[in-house]
């Protein structure tokens, strides 16, 4: 049970992937161009494809994943419906909670 967002290596590839995809388009959009023949509106289109793809998998491999939001999620949560499910055993682990406290300076009073 994790909040964590996809591990960059991960991520990374991912965008590689979509980029060699986006431009593989291209490729075949610049090919058809040249060989579909006779020429006509498609020519047209396929140019604005070759000409417009390089731009759009450039913006999409650079944005990553930061537009996904993550929330955290508390372990305690799993821990207290695990352990609320099954009242009859006890948990196995115990649960150890951190808190941050002011420090406190013992004999500050006494001093003039």
């Known amino acids: 049970m994790t909040s964590l967002p996809r591990a960059p290596r991960d991520e990374a590839q991912g965008r590689v992937r979509q980029y060699v995809i ?10 058809l161009m040249f060989f579909v023949q006779p020429i ?3 020519t047209w289109v396929f ?14 491999a650079n944005a990553g994943d930061d537009s996904v939001v993550t929330t ?3 372990p305690r949560i799993g821990i207290e419906a695990a352990s609320g499910a099954d009242q009859q055993t006890p948990p196995a682990h115990d649960v150890i909670t951190l808190s941050e406290t002011a420090p406190t300076v013992h004999g500050a009073e006494s001093r003039p």
Do not use: D, N
């Not at 604005?48 to 913006?59: E, S």
């Open 22 to 31: 986006t431009m593989s388009i291209r490729m075949v959009c610049f090919l």
């Open 72 to 74: 955290v999620e508390s």
């Open 47 to 60: 140019g604005i494809a070759a000409a417009v793809l390089p731009y759009i998998a450039v913006v999409f």
């Open 40 to 42: 006509g509106w498609w």
